[in-house]
């Protein structure tokens, strides 16, 4: 992955390649059939991974090589999850285990209270030792932010430090970042796309339609 | 804001004048073009073919090309044709053959060209719609009648042998194979044997005698000279192959050669996510699921990086709303082809898999002779058509590069099908740094991906890309030792 450009530090945009915007082009094409549509985010979505697991800490360390050569090399720190946001957010966990093997893999499920308008946490199962881990939070569209925030309070209370989880997303709109960096500047934010805007019945423009309902195929 | 670097050229402060990288360019010359051609003209059944096959078989190298005279008969016409069942037409002149096709086709090969070679059947008396194609040929023998006949073919050869075998044993080969195998009578025989072939022996075949380097008498039954003739062709491919190897080595030797700036070269970004993974490929108690698996996930990385060298982009607005402003996106026009190096290149297979839906993925077998380490193409089979597609890009796949040598091949090999030099992208896991030079030396427009670099002597010059200071000789720049790991097959 080469350079980022971005808004601030912890928000980290996929570097605009001809390359990603032609996949991008694919995925929000509304003709592209179901197959292709779920190959296709697959691949950015690894692409996130990659991103984000490059940004996770090693540490140097002597290397035992093939042919007894020896030099200093990186060791992997820290233990990693996956948090996925039921639905959608659950398209991205191939993406993440076709990086991290075995990877363990926690589930929120948030939705909209019909009465208040508002997210609404309905359930949880998250691995136990959370708190010591990097955690890779999976949701392809960060709108208007609402769900991801409420999840982010649920790690934090489970006691998983800010600055150790990632907020993994394929698209991602300019009040969205804006909402989300506010409340949880250390978060950071890994994302493929950011749109123009927000409209006012809170869908990303031009977006890609229903992430989940065209992964899925309902 | 994150920035790590992935591009070598994009890191030189000043504008790399690359100019002078594309004139210096050296030819390479593969062994197949100018490949070691020897000549066997003789009688009718003087054993020419048998001792074609001996030279085959004594040699024993799969890139030994027999061009038989048999297939460059002219077609007949209709009423050639029933005279040629009547046994009254007379295919033993030099007239009755296509030299000037033979001609083109041995020059074709002398060039390096593929060639395509006529299949002749004689129970039809004319040429079959088969055809065979001829690539990659280092030894090429003509057989026939007529082999040292013509003047063009003789300046093309490097040995001519004429197999002087006595006629009254010629009929009594040539009967039981024209009975036995080419469906005629006995009559028939007798009868063109008396007006065709015995004459015309007489006066266009014995007089080519003249013409041999070396005229062996008595045919496959002279041991001897047959020994004695397979001792010296085999002593000049010796000499072949050192040339070969000495100019291999040769190439890219020049010291004021900076691949530093080069402008079609990218190397991976050495951080946090490659030295890990390159820890793991690295170190040896490593197990092989997970060689496997960290081994894709960097396959993976350097073909996304390869993909970022194209540039055949169309814009298109994609609607994803009838009220939403459109997308502004790109297509991508490239028709794309891999082409893996067996073994080593067949490792990035399963990632490319993950990275493209459907691409069609060509093979090259190209080995070093263990003991010279001269390297020889065994096989190429490429995608049907692939001379004639437009807007083609091929990425080409070896898991390491060592010499370069077969980096090169491979890269001719490519070019020799018509296909441009800038249009390959070739791609690889480890590079030294002088398998890259000879690499460039010979085809500067070339793309080449690499994920890790080693240096040929001062580590220092190369602070960002190999900052674990690996020199070219280290072993994991020095041996093949990726495919074994990858496929635990040694």
């Not at chain 2, 070691?36 to 009688?43: F, L, P, Q, S």
């Not at chain 2, 026939?144 to 006629?167: E, N, P, S």
Request: neutral net charge; charged residues 25%.
């Amino acid at each position: 992955m080469s350079t980022s450009t971005n808004y601030s530090k912890n928000v980290i945009l996929l570097p605009q390649t001809n390359q990603l915007i032609g996949l991008y082009s694919i995925i929000r094409d509304q003709s592209t059939r179901r197959g292709d549509f779920v190959f296709y985010s697959d691949r950015i979505i690894r692409l996130l991974v990659e991103e984000g697991l490059n940004q996770l800490p090693v540490q140097k360390t002597i290397i035992k090589c093939h042919g007894n050569h020896e030099y200093e090399g990186a060791k992997f720190l820290g233990k990693i999850c996956g948090v996925s946001i039921v639905r959608a957010g659950e398209s991205m966990e191939m993406g993440l285990r076709d990086c991290c093997r075995s990877v363990r893999i926690g589930k929120i499920l948030i939705q909209r209270d019909e009465e208040t308008a508002l997210p609404k946490l309905f359930y949880e199962k998250l691995p136990e030792d959370i708190s010591e881990r990097y955690v890779f939070l999976l949701d392809p569209m960060l709108a208007t932010g609402g769900s991801a925030m409420m999840a982010v309070q649920v790690l934090l209370a489970r006691g998983v430090q800010a600055d150790r989880i990632f907020f993994l997303n394929l698209l991602a709109a300019p009040e969205g970042i804006q909402t989300f960096q506010n409340k949880y500047p250390e978060v950071k934010i890994i994302t493929g796309g950011i749109d123009q805007k927000l409209n006012d019945d809170k869908f990303i423009v031009p977006g890609l339609g229903d992430f989940g309902d065209r992964y899925y195929g309902i | 804001m994150t920035c790590s670097e992935s591009d070598v050229s994009s890191e030189s402060h000043s504008e790399p004048n690359t100019e002078g990288y594309f004139k210096d360019k050296t030819k390479y010359i593969p062994p197949w073009t100018e490949p070691y051609i020897i000549g066997i003209a003789g009688n009718s059944g003087s054993g020419k073919t048998s001792i074609s096959q001996q030279i085959i078989r004594e040699l024993n190298q799969p890139w030994t090309v027999l061009l038989s005279f048999d297939n460059f008969y002219r077609p007949l016409t209709k009423e050639q044709s029933a005279k040629a069942f009547a046994n009254e037409w007379d295919f033993d002149t030099p007239d009755s053959l296509d030299l000037d096709a033979l001609y083109d086709t041995v020059k074709k090969l002398k060039q390096g060209e593929k060639a395509r070679i006529p299949v002749y059947s004689f129970e039809l008396h004319g040429r079959t719609d088969k055809v065979t194609t001829i690539y990659g040929a280092n030894v090429i023998i003509i057989e026939g009648l007529y082999a040292l006949y013509d003047k063009r073919l003789l300046d093309l050869m490097d040995i001519k042998i004429y197999v002087d075998t006595d006629l009254d044993i010629c009929l009594a080969r040539r009967l039981t194979r024209d009975i036995l195998y080419r469906g005629r009578d006995l009559q028939g025989a007798m009868k063109q044997w008396e007006t065709f072939v015995k004459p015309n022996a007489v006066r266009y075949l014995n007089p080519t005698m003249n013409n041999a380097d070396l005229v062996i008498p008595r045919g496959l039954d002279n041991v001897v000279a047959i020994d004695l003739m397979i001792g010296h062709i085999k002593k000049q491919l010796g000499l072949k192959s050192l040339a070969h190897i000495r100019h291999l080595k040769a190439l890219g030797q020049d010291i004021e050669f900076d691949i530093h700036r080069y402008p079609n070269l990218k190397v991976l970004p050495i951080n946090n996510q490659t030295m890990g993974i390159n820890s793991i490929l690295f170190n040896k108690n490593t197990l092989m699921s997970d060689f496997i698996f960290y081994f894709d996930r960097m396959a993976t990385l350097i073909i996304e990086a390869a993909l970022d060298q194209l540039t055949n982009y169309q814009s298109v607005d994609i609607q994803t709303d009838p009220n939403f402003p459109p997308f502004k996106g790109l297509q991508q026009r490239d028709n794309l082809i891999a082409v893996t190096v067996i073994r080593s290149g067949d490792c990035f297979v399963t990632s490319l898999k993950r990275t493209f839906l459907e691409i069609p993925i060509g093979k090259l077998l190209i080995q070093s002779d263990s003991l010279t380490g001269e390297p020889q193409l065994h096989q190429e089979r490429l995608p049907r058509g692939i001379d004639n597609l437009k807007n083609k890009k091929i990425l080409l796949f070896d898991a390491q590069i060592i010499s370069g040598a077969a980096a090169i091949m491979a890269i001719q090999v490519l070019i020799d099908h018509k296909i441009g030099e800038t249009d390959i992208i070739f791609c690889s896991y480890l590079s030294t740094e002088i398998g890259l030079r000879r690499i460039l030396r010979v085809f500067p427009r070339v793309k080449i991906v690499v994920g890790k670099l080693s240096s040929l002597g001062d580590t220092s010059k190369f602070p960002k890309y190999n900052p674990e200071q690996f020199i070219d000789s280290n072993w994991h720049f020095k041996n093949r030792f990726i495919d074994s790991l990858y496929f635990g097959a040694k």
